[in-house]
């Protein structure tokens, strides 16, 4: 398994979840609903409870650029809020969401008034730059099928389910979104896909992978 930063509300002691929970609000989404906007005021955090979310930048040609799909217990738009910028990228709900969102005066003031929740925000921000530099680092080193290779993995890793014949995928995410996330044409993701079947390494249908040989493509993926 690959080692993924642990999810915020993992990270929070009972205590802190419990007064989490009392100053947020309860909020739904639909599939294809708009959490937050890039370019948008940092005036709340969200904390993802049931569901997966897409966060995306666009180009100035307008090309969608995945930075990455966030699940239950992570959280969306702290950074905004911490730096008191606008926000970095647009999210948006991939499922139905249920989440908590909190003001950016009540998170601010958590931060200040519970060692514990701000040590657990420090613990969750170190591990998602650890993973963004890994990521970086898998860019620069590797071609399209690798960088591929490596997201499917990360795919199966957090977002797979156990089946018959090996792991299905759960995330419905379509060829144009993998190509945003791995930096690549659509085409090109298309032709890694096709080797990466070809090899019997995955099968494909419409926004669903099913991983049949996890060592074979892990060895893509390095």
Do not use: Y
Not at 16 to 29: M, P
Not at 187 to 202: F, S, T
């Amino acid at each position: 398994m690959t080692d993924h930063p642990a999810s915020f509300l993992d990270l929070l002691e009972a205590d802190d979840r419990h007064e989490l929970e009392a100053r947020a609000g309860h909020r739904r989404f639909k599939v294809g609903s708009t959490l937050m906007h890039e370019g948008g005021p940092g005036a709340e955090v969200v904390v993802i409870l049931e569901g997966r979310v897409k966060v995306a930048v666009a180009t100035a040609e307008g090309r969608e650029i995945v930075l990455g799909f966030c699940g239950p217990g992570e959280l969306i738009g702290d950074l905004a809020v911490i730096d008191r910028r606008s926000r970095s990228g647009t999210a948006e709900a991939m499922e139905p969401v249920e989440a908590l969102a909190i003001s950016a005066a009540e998170f601010r003031a958590m931060i200040e008034r519970r060692p514990g929740f701000a040590t657990a925000l420090l613990r969750n921000l170190a591990g998602r730059f650890r993973d963004a530099e890994r990521r970086r680092v898998e860019f620069a080193a590797a071609q399209t099928l690798g960088r591929v290779g490596a997201r499917l993995v990360e795919l199966a890793d957090r977002h797979g389910e156990p089946v018959d014949d090996g792991i299905a995928i759960t995330l419905p995410i379509s060829q144009e979104e993998l190509a945003g996330w791995t930096g690549s044409s659509r085409e090109a993701v298309a032709k890694a896909l096709h080797m990466l079947r070809e090899l019997g390494c995955i099968r494909t249908e419409r926004r669903r992978i099913t991983v049949l040989d996890e060592d074979g493509l892990r060895e893509q993926a390095a």
